[in-house]
């Protein structure tokens, strides 16, 4: 279970996360939306303990970031935005590396089992520095999963894939949203109703819609309720 409760986060005058809470069971795919600048992926890098909130608590499996960060990063897998990877490093030295980061036993299956996970296989002599765009965020994703966390937390997983890669991808995540939390962020509608059971939208740091995808679609295109609930007025 993941809880948010009343996280906010000011840099300096701007309150870039405004009061947020929401609570996400597992087997619940979530989609973050927001334009910009929203406070999405300040959001995930509090959850993951990159940064401390300002005020407010988040816990992850019945642990506080404030009590327990580190087992809050046990439980969670997180593809940050712009993807930092090791680029001097081959796909297997560095997700062995990962892996030994959280002690796991069998490093070399583990490491086999992502490789074939995400399609990596073709690409095992090229340093990563060397790969694709798409490869890299596959090799993201690999190092997200690969201590078999209960939470990922996905920023912008999709970003640069091209349409072959972003079936099979929707498809590993989808997968893993059965029995894990997933809280994805994405900019494209299409992902959202491809993949996320649930939509979070924010705005300004508030969140300004919470509900069932299914629920929200009744209410006409998802891009209209975005564009609704997110234009600026005051501009
Ligand atoms: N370290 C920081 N110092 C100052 N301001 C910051 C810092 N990190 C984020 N911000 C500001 O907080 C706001 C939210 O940024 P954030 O990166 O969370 O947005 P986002 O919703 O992920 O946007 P995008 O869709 O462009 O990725 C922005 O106005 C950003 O400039
Ligand atoms: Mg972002």
Do not use: W
Request: neutral net charge; charged residues 25%; hydrophobic residues 35%.
């Amino acid at each position: 279970m993941l809880k948010v409760r009343n996280i906010t986060k000011k840099f300096g005058s701007q309150r870039a996360l405004d009061n947020v809470s929401f609570d996400i069971q597992p087997g619940e795919i979530v989609g973050l939306l927001g334009p910009n600048g929203a406070g999405k992926s300040t959001l995930m890098k509090i959850i993951t303990c990159y940064i401390p909130p300002t005020s407010g608590d988040v816990e992850v499996c019945g642990h506080s970031i404030f009590d327990d960060p580190k087992a809050v990063c046990r439980s969670i897998g997180y593809l940050p935005e712009h993807n930092p990877l090791y680029t001097d490093m081959y796909i297997p030295e560095f997700l062995s590396f990962v892996a030994g980061t959280y002690s796991l036993k069998n490093v070399k299956q583990r490491v086999d089992e992502m490789i074939e996970l995400t399609g990596l296989t073709p690409e095992l002599g090229k340093k990563i520095g060397k790969l694709s765009k798409g490869y890299r965020q596959r090799v993201g994703l690999a190092q997200a999963m690969i201590h078999d966390p209960a939470i990922l937390i996905l920023d912008e997983p999709t970003t640069g894939l091209d349409p072959n890669q972003l079936e099979e991808i929707r498809k590993v995540i989808r997968d893993a949203g059965k029995h894990k939390i997933v809280l994805l962020s994405t900019h494209i509608m299409q992902e959202v109703e491809a993949m996320c059971s649930r939509a979070i939208i924010i705005n300004h740091g508030k969140i300004v819609t919470d509900g069932a995808v299914a629920e929200l679609e009744k209410k006409g295109p998802l891009e209209h309720l975005f564009h609704t609930l997110t234009i600026d007025k005051a501009k």
